[in-house]
């Protein structure tokens, strides 16, 4: 299932957008956690930046 969802954003205006993963620390227990979210290009930066 997955290779179908990697074809179709291959193609077309599936080439404007990125996923991105992120990694936030805990506040409480200091552990690490992978945040992640399709992004247009555009606002990649703008991902990286929020918390």
């Known amino acids: 299932m997955a290779k179908k969802v990697v074809a179709t954003l291959k193609t077309g205006k ?3 957008f990125t996923k ?3 990694m ?3 506040g409480k ?3 690490y956690t992978f ?3 399709i992004v247009h290009n ?3 930066a ?3 930046k929020s918390k």
């Open 20 to 22: 991105v993963i992120k």
């Open 35 to 37: 945040k992640e979210e």
């Open 42 to 44: 555009d606002h990649i």
């Open 29 to 31: 227990s200091g552990a």
């Open 24 to 26: 936030v620390k805990s």
């Open 14 to 16: 599936g080439k404007d």
């Open 46 to 48: 703008d991902f990286l």
